[in-house]
């Protein structure tokens, strides 16, 4: 069994910068795809960014483009978000989520990953 647990949430200025973990225990991350998800209260999941096993392949949202990096380090089992310029809209609870099927291509659909997270809570102050 896969248990993923992010870290590095917190409270920032508008403007400011976080990273989250994103550790896992129970299996080696590095076959499989990576994934971060946010969800705003009452509403679905949202796509942020994913991350190919072999990083080649690095997807993002259309607002998390150019602000947002995603990348992971194998050997420590851990993905990372690395965010940037963050403003109010981006306060949600971020989750980090990994995949059964290994060598495949990163999905952008929350539907596509098998493990989830708890979650981190982002708060941007304006």
């Known amino acids: ?64 483009k150019g602000r947002f990096t995603i990348s992971r380090d194998n050997a420590k089992n851990t993905v990372y978000l690395q965010m940037n310029n963050l403003q109010a809209e981006d306060t949600a609870i971020y989750y980090c989520a990994t995949t059964l099927k290994a060598y495949g291509n990163p999905s952008v659909a929350k539907g596509d990953y098998d493990y989830w997270g708890q979650g981190t809570q982002v708060t941007v102050s304006s």
């Open 1 to 64: 069994q896969v248990q993923l647990v992010e870290s590095g949430g917190g409270l920032v200025q508008a403007g400011g910068s976080l990273r989250l973990s994103c550790s896992a225990s129970g299996r080696a991350l590095s076959p499989y795809s990576m994934g971060w998800f946010r969800q705003y209260p009452g509403k679905e999941r949202e796509f942020v960014a994913a991350i190919s096993w072999n990083d080649v392949a690095r997807y993002y949202g259309d607002s998390m």
